[in-house]
């Protein structure tokens, strides 16, 4: 199993600042996710974040918007920049690992809940 | 494009009574299948899952098939308890090859009275 830990666990923000938020796995994994969840509002992947080559954004989302950064096998950064309101979520950090032999798992962060004001 | 599509909440039940939540799923290939939990103040925990037709997951009580023909992965249980409300997501991807990332359904709030 993989276990994520996420830093900050929350933060309040003003209009129009950057947050990174960061992502660390006990373990390597190659391929890392970053999700949203808006209040109320079910889990958007943002973009899937590969070591060693730009990640790849689902429709919708912007590399200026959310950078992402993946500099080795168990570390990634998001950051949301230029902050809104509409920005208030839940972002969640998810790695693809395994749980037993042959036994392929999602796992999740306990997420990053920001507020911006 | 993939998609998953589950019943509107919230689903209010007694205590001991019978779950069904609905899932139907749209895919361009085969995916593996998930039910996804998330308790209050908790963050997601994997519930169940299936990774191919007619195969059935099962956890701490719950179950969910697999149904190619229906396109279906419908997540029940037997007899509620208060602890099992939550919000349920279900979810797909394909885990060894392709797209590995989860596409989620809208998720169900669960509230079981006593």
């Known amino acids: 199993s993989a276990v994520i830990s996420q830093k900050p666990s929350r933060d309040i923000c003003q209009r129009g600042t950057s947050l990174t938020i960061q992502c660390q796995v006990d373990?390597?994994?190659?391929?890392m996710f970053w999700y949203r969840q808006q209040p109320g509002q079910s889990l958007t992947l943002i973009a899937t974040?590969?070591?060693?080559?730009?990640?790849?954004?689902e429709s919708g989302f912007v590399i200026d918007k959310f950078p992402i950064s993946r500099p080795n096998l168990t570390f990634s950064t998001l950051t949301v920049s230029n902050m809104s309101p509409e920005d208030s979520s839940i972002y969640l950090c998810?790695?693809?690992?395994?749980?037993?032999?042959?036994?392929?798992?999602?796992?999740f962060g306990p997420g990053t809940r920001l507020t911006v004001l | 494009g993939d998609s998953v599509t589950q019943m509107e909440g919230p689903v209010t039940l007694s205590e001991e009574a019978f779950l069904t939540i609905n899932c139907t799923y749209t895919?361009?290939?085969?995916?593996?299948l998930f039910w996804y939990v998330q308790y209050p103040g908790e963050g997601l925990q994997l519930l169940l899952k299936?990774?191919?037709?007619?195969d059935k997951g099962s956890n701490k009580g719950f179950e969910a098939t697999y149904r190619k023909e229906t396109t279906s992965f419908h997540l029940e249980k037997g007899s509620v308890q208060v602890s099992d409300s939550a919000v349920y997501f279900c979810?797909?991807?394909?885990?060894?090859?392709?797209?590995?990332?989860?596409?989620f359904g809208s998720g169900t709030r669960l509230q079981v009275q006593p």
């Open positions: 998810s790695v693809q690992g395994r749980k037993g032999p042959g036994v392929r798992q999602q796992f």
């Open positions: 373990s390597q994994v190659t391929m």
């Open positions: 979810a797909l991807s394909y885990m060894d090859t392709g797209r590995r990332a989860l596409t």
């Open positions: 974040a590969n070591q060693g080559s730009e990640a790849t954004y």
């Open positions: 299936a990774t191919k037709a007619d």
């Open positions: 895919a361009t290939g085969y995916p593996s």
